[in-house]
């Protein structure tokens, strides 16, 4: 379990880039999906946005500081202000626009809230008190996103995302207990959207984490489930490949993966290919040159 925690936990913390890129991109609709295409509208626009729509919001927001939504305001203007603030990395300005609509009836509303709360509970600035609220808050926003549309892919990647992140505050018992929960939010995403590298990516990491689960998990886990939840690194691959076809080279932890993986399959060819890729992956992250590192320490030892 130890590497499906980190893997939903540290890519969130940092910014705009690594797999925080990727989910900024393949939560708003896959690699060409609505979100987008929303901001390469709004980029191509460029004056006529920030005349347009961008400004009536900035100016609403310094006029009433971030009062009551007017009812004027339509679900796809608040839609499209909050996709330019996520991919701007406006965390905090992105909440204070979403928060307002947390009674929404609106699945994309409350789902893209869910992930706002979230991303702001991993900011560093955030108060241990303030985070744990979140992410029960986080939690509750995807659950509503899920009632009011089960066939919204991203409602489903994040509930799961965010059912996670509680685990954390109830126990190893009580993470282990969700996992089967998890992962079928996670398959029900991919089914909804075949093309969302990340949740496959990160169906992945929840396979790879029980196939190589401790002994003293394991037996935690057969006392919560009558059969417990299993997995092998074969079936990992798959889905790391699957990710990586999905959307060739979008991540260096999918390529450290897959290397990883082949390791573990004693396929060292292909380990030192995929090992390889990540090792030169561009690093324009901390997480990606920790990558790096680790994926050199690796081919060293091969």
């Avoid at 300005?93 to 509303?109: G, I, P, T």
């Avoid at 089967?180 to 075949?194: G, M, S, T």
Wanted: aromatic share 10%; proline share 3%; with cysteine.
């Amino acid at each position: 379990m130890a590497a499906l925690m980190a893997a939903l936990a540290r890519p969130f913390r940092r910014g705009p880039a690594g797999l925080g890129t990727a989910l900024r991109r393949e939560a708003m609709g896959g690699p060409r999906g609505r979100g987008t295409q929303v901001l390469r509208k709004n980029l191509q626009r460029g004056v006529v946005l920030s005349t347009g729509s961008f400004l009536v919001y900035e100016a609403h927001k310094l006029i009433s500081g971030f009062a009551e939504v007017h009812a004027s305001f339509k679900v796809e203007d608040v839609i499209e202000q909050a996709d330019y603030l996520y991919g701007s990395g406006e965390t905090e300005k992105l909440y204070r626009l979403l928060v307002q609509h947390k009674n929404s009836d609106d699945a994309e509303l409350l789902w893209r809230l869910a992930r706002s709360s979230r991303d702001l509970a991993q900011l560093g600035s955030t108060s241990a008190e303030e985070k744990k609220k979140l992410t029960y808050d986080s939690l509750e926003y995807a659950k509503k996103a899920l009632e009011k549309n089960e066939s919204n892919f991203a409602a489903h990647k994040w509930y799961g995302i965010c059912l996670s992140d509680v685990g954390d505050y109830e126990g190893i018992k009580t993470k282990i207990g969700n996992a089967i929960i998890i992962k079928e939010h996670f398959q029900r995403a991919v089914e909804l959207n075949p093309k969302d590298a990340t949740t496959i990516h990160l169906i992945g990491i929840w396979c790879y984490s029980f196939a190589e689960m401790p002994w003293y998990q394991r037996k935690i886990a057969a006392t919560l489930f009558a059969t417990p939840p299993t997995s092998t690194f074969q079936e990992a691959l798959r889905y790391f490949h699957m990710a990586e076809e999905a959307d060739p080279n979008f991540y260096s932890k999918n390529l450290l993966f897959l290397g990883k993986t082949y390791l573990k399959l004693n396929n060292k060819k292909m380990a030192l290919l995929w090992l390889s890729k990540a090792k030169e992956y561009p690093a324009q992250t901390e997480e990606d040159k920790q990558v790096q590192k680790e994926a050199l320490e690796l081919l060293n030892s091969i």
